[in-house]
């Protein structure tokens, strides 16, 4: 296990100390040795990580998923820094989560757990509000043995099977079910009036675009530079969670489209998060365009645009054709900025994709993307005119065939081609 200490903080604010915690099991390609993006996470919850701990196991333990002697390094640092908290970069189980906090003696979260805690606090809308609480029941659903853990041994009454620990944990269970019964199906209504909205821009020949990206690329700094709007934008993971519309436009087009700034990506996105956003995620499932943001400053970039495909095709978006926007060439050194603003990037399978080089904080390469965005809204046109035009050809050769099997026509008229008698 390696121990790296971080920058002394003062928690006078009120804000938790925690002690982070990464566990490398195997050789995992896509473990983050740093920790740098799980004290992001962190800030953004409020607290203040105080020691970073690495540690590298075969397998996990069972138990305590990084054994006992480790367990008892992390409980070492709490106490010398006296931390209020332990948060795992990894995923635990329930028993796992209870047994590192008997054993540690403070609170202990994982990376699921922290991720739900960060949109609780930044969803703003009713619909916002309603995803999370959604995924935030479906996750405490398999932890509410911890809060009954004291009953469970006590002895029912006589003929009756259990104890009160036994009785409340049933009661929380229906609860829980019941209340994620409920908001299903009142996402179930938001789903269809989103779908609704959507149909009418259909019937009115909107061109749909969606910004998608990893967390904190810049997604609502880009979003409000295109429409000059002004949706909160910060430095931080999820600053945004709640879908934003705006018209934009296009005067190479001579034309307007729909914008859409959706929210961001992270690595081990928990399914059930994204299946609790699932009505949020549609936007960009309908999206004509996306406008994929990257964040060109982070070291990691590669593993982000990974991450963001590997969402995009869980929701069935994988499709969809899409500009990759890297932002925040501000942030570059001079040696490390483009040669060229534009060029055009070779993925994966031979897939050519466009990529433009901009930052939404200075306007700088902005004119490109509106350029861009008005190719493909006159490329999608001409394509809907060609199937358009194809369909109608068909239409006539249809209508001409149909005509002639009722009235032969000349050219096909066994009369005209028998000899003069």
Known sequence: MTTK?????????????????????????????????????????????????IARRKAPDAALYVGSGKADEIKSLVLMHQADAVLFDQSLSPGQQRNLERHIGVPVSDRTGLILEIFAARAKSHEGKLQVELAQ????????????????????????????????FELDRRMIDERIKMIKERLQKVKKQRATQRRARERNGVFKVSIVGYTNAGKSTLFNSLVKARSYAANQLFATLDTTTRELYLKDAQRTVSLSDTVGFIRDLPHKLVEAFQATLQEACDADLLLHVVDASSPTLEDQIREVDRVLSEIGAAQIPYILVYNKVDALASDQRPRQMQDVLERDAGVRAQRIFVSALTGEGLDLVRAQISTEVLGASIAVAGIVLSLEEQTVQLQSSAECSANPCPAFDAGALSPQG
Do not use: C, M
């Open 5 to 53: 200490p971080t920058t002394p903080s003062n928690a006078a604010d009120g804000r938790a100390k925690a002690v982070l915690v990464g566990v490398e099991i195997g050789r995992d390609a896509n473990f983050d040795a740093s920790l740098d993006e799980l004290a992001l996470l962190a800030d953004s919850a409020g607290d203040i990580p105080v020691a970073r701990v």
């Open 137 to 168: 029941l479906q996750y405490l659903a398999t932890r509410l043995v911890r809060r009954w853990s004291h009953l469970e041994r006590q002895a029912g009454s006589t003929g009756a099977r259990g104890g009160p620990g036994e009785v409340q």
